[in-house]
Structure formats: C-alpha cells, structure tokens
T-cell receptor
Framework: KAGVTQTPRYLIKTRGQQVTLSCSPI?????VSWYQQTPGQGLQFLFE???????NKGNFPGRFSGRQFSNSRSEMNVSTLELGDSALYLC????????????FGQGTRLTVV | AQKITQTQPGMFVQEKEAVTLDCTYD???????LFWYKQPSSGEMIFLIY??????QNATEGRYSLNFQKARKSANLVISASQLGDSAMYFC????????????FGTGTSLTVIP
C-alpha cells in the first residue's frame, strides 16, 4: 500500500512568485490536511479538505489556498511568496479526517529567496 | 493557552535504556485523541502511537507505550530499549473530535541516543 506522496520534495522560489504543492493521499483516504512547519512557529494547521470541499481552515492569509480533486489528491497554492513562507509543508492523509490515524507525507521544503 | 506542551527541548538516553518524553495537553472537549509522531531529519512525520480519551488502558505499540493520566492531562511517551535509530524529533499532538479534527502539535523534543 503506497504511502502519502508529496511533490516536489524541494523548491526554491523568488519573493513575489507563486507556488503549487501536491499531495496524493493513501488510496481510499478522503481527507487531506496541510500543515506548515517552521523553526519559529512550529507546526501550524493550514486547511483540511474532504470530498473536494474545504472543511476546516487555519489562521493563514488568503494567499494560501488549496483544492482537492475527485481522486482525493490535493494541491495547495501560495501566491505572492514572502520570505517568511519558507517552511516544510506537510500533508496528512486519513480516511475521514478524525479517528485514530493520520499519515503524513515526507513534506515539501520550500525556500523563498 | 497552549493546547499541547512539551517541556523537554532535548533529551539524551543511553542505548538500550528506556526514556520518557513528557506531554501535557489542554482541552475542554470530552472526545479527543492523543498522538505521538517521530520526525527524523528527512522530514517525514512517522506515526508511533495513539490514545483516545475514552480508552481505559494505556496504549502500547511494540517498544512504545503511552502513559495516559487523564486527570493530570498528561500523555507521556515511553520508549523502551532505545536504539540508535530512535534519534529524532518527537512530537505530541492532539485532535479534538467535536471541533474540527485538526492536529495541535507541541514544540517537540529532540531525542539523542548515545552508543
């Protein structure tokens, strides 16, 4: 059974650009959540998608957006990149979003220069 | 107030010894779950163990056990017989099942296993 796949693993972008990150959940899982991890702020919740609908959203500016496709794959987009957006972005896959399991991908390490 | 508190930024343990990583939590939701994840330098968050708020017994998964003290709101991770491969960051996390299911993470504990 394949795990959670995040692409790309590494990205370097320039301030002002936009970026799209991808997350393919475990087969059969319908919930995908995104988290930002930085040394200063730790792990913070961005948003959760379930069955193509955003079900929950963290406290991030509107430059951060996402979507989920019918095959449960999810993308998150960050527009007008700032230096402070440099982080490890992790996605978590689970069957329905709650419960006793959530599996994370290896993350996408974004560097904004 | 912090939902999850991990007070040990760094811990050292001798190989083959046991180690306890501390975690306290704060919630008013009666239905919640507590998780421990291991994050090696590669970045992936590896699920270790889960404890539900209604579970009567402490969870165990191989060398990992969770010391759940509900009244004290603590969920400490015990790793027995430490191995060199256990060196990593360890995160305690909580989900509140009546309020959105998102994870609240602690700041993590860096564990170093000494040969």
């Amino acid at each position: 059974k394949a795990g959670v796949t995040q692409t790309p693993r590494y990205l370097i972008k320039t301030r002002g650009q936009q970026v799209t990150l991808s997350c393919s959940p475990i087969s059969g899982h319908r919930s995908v959540s995104w988290y930002q991890q930085t040394p200063g702020q730790g792990l913070q919740f961005l948003f959760e998608y379930f069955s193509e609908t955003q079900r929950n959203k963290g406290n991030f500016p509107g430059r951060f957006s996402g979507r989920q496709f019918s095959n449960s794959r999810s993308e998150m987009n960050v527009s007008t990149l700032e230096l402070g957006d440099s982080a490890l972005y992790l996605c978590a896959s689970s069957l329905y979003g709650g419960g006793n399991e959530a599996f994370f991908g290896q993350g996408t390490r974004l560097t904004v220069v | 107030a912090q939902k999850i508190t991990q007070t040990q930024p760094g811990m050292f343990v001798q190989e083959k010894e046991a180690v306890t990583l501390d975690c306290t939590y704060d919630t008013s939701d009666p239905s919640y779950g507590l998780f421990w994840y291991k994050q090696p330098s590669s970045g992936e968050m590896i699920f270790l163990i889960y404890q539900g708020s209604y579970d009567q017994q402490n969870a165990t998964e191989g060398r990992y056990s969770l010391n759940f003290q509900k009244a004290r709101k603590s969920a400490n991770l015990v790793i027995s017989a430490s191995q060199l491969g256990d060196s990593a960051m360890y995160f305690c996390a909580m989900r509140e099942f009546n309020t959105g299911n998102q994870f609240y993470f602690g700041t993590g504990t860096s564990l170093t296993v000494i040969p």
